[in-house]
């Protein structure tokens, strides 16, 4: 598998050179065009990788899911009163559907509107306590007990996230949003500004994977059902407005994030975390989707094969 990741990595780098990284987080836009990298954990705790994956970016929007799922484990699946469950056809950060459809409850988790409601239903008595559950929860998910926030990244977010301000205004005006809307904000920035490699990302998919239960120490995680909630809706919503296409080309559940990761959960068989900075138009890495595409036609991974 070491082998045929390196003959991947090296066919697709010159895919780094397409597209553009983010800048509308201005340090996001400091990161190298040039990374790529890939990761994979399978079911029997093996780890085969190639490239740059020792190199460290922030989870972005990758984070949904997960804070989804501690979401479910803190309230049950009437989260799904307050976020519903289908496709949105609309860019990550897009407020009309909210302002125009006949339901103002955001359409899914994975976008924007959707995961700042789900951040502000986590469970604690304070913002800190709050924040101190995700992150440990995501420590547990990747297996990495080192895991922290980029406070450099957090702090950039904070100052030009006015987008996601109003966002969250509207869902409080609203009372979809019934917790302290500054606090959900800030605990969704601080989120998606925790730091991760591609190895980190191939464990959250190898947790999914494998029913929600660790391929490290066989631990249940996460409940059966939310895993099967969780690997659902980064399949038909993973990829951002683009999520309908992944599914008809590539054929896997995957999450994406402005970071240029993403991560991708095979059901039974494997975990796989990428990276490649520069973005296509709809915010997924290109040369990321290049790897998984490569990796899923080679060993035949498509849920439709």
């Known amino acids: 598998m070491n082998l045929l990741l390196k003959k991947i990595i090296a066919e697709t780098k010159k895919y780094t050179k397409e597209g553009n990284v983010a800048t509308y987080i201005p340090e996001l836009g400091r990161m190298d065009r040039n990374i790529s990298g890939v990761s994979i954990v399978d079911m029997n705790n093996n780890i085969y990788s190639a490239g740059d994956t020792d190199v460290k970016f922030t989870i972005q929007s990758m984070s949904k899911p997960i804070a989804l799922l501690l979401a479910l484990m803190d309230n049950g699946e009437k989260v799904f009163d307050k976020v519903g469950k289908e496709p949105s056809g609309d860019s990550f950060n897009s407020l009309k559907r909210l302002a125009t459809h006949n339901t103002e409850i955001p359409f899914n988790p994975m976008v924007n509107a959707g995961a700042i409601v789900v951040t502000s239903m986590i469970k604690g008595n304070s ?3 709050k924040f101190n559950r995700i992150l440990n929860f995501f420590k547990k998910m ?32 609203n ?23 591609c190895t980190d990302l191939a464990y959250l998919g190898a947790t999914l994977a494998n029913d929600g239960v660790s391929v490290i120490t066989n ?7 939310y895993a099967t909630i969780a690997k659902a809706l980064m399949f038909t919503c993973g990829m951002y407005d683009d999520s309908g296409k992944f599914a008809l080309e590539v054929g896997i559940p995957s999450k994406s994030g402005v970071s240029g990761g993403v991560f991708s959960a095979i059901p039974n068989k494997m975990g796989i975390g990428v990276i490649g900075p ?28």
């Open 175 to 197: 009372n979809i949003i019934e917790e302290d809307v500054n606090d959900s904000l800030e605990n969704y920035f601080k989120q998606c500004s925790i730091e991760v490699t």
């Open 127 to 129: 913002k800190e306590e």
């Open 278 to 305: 520069s973005l296509d138009k709809k915010g997924n890495s290109i040369v990321g989707i290049k790897i998984l595409s490569e990796i899923v036609s080679e060993k035949k991974l498509s849920l439709f094969s």
């Open 219 to 225: 631990e249940r995680i996460v409940p059966s059902r």
């Open 142 to 173: 990747t297996e990495n007990s080192d895991l922290s926030v980029n406070m450099d990244v957090f702090n950039s977010e904070l100052k030009t996230g006015d987008k996601n301000r109003s966002i969250g205004y509207f869902l409080k005006e």
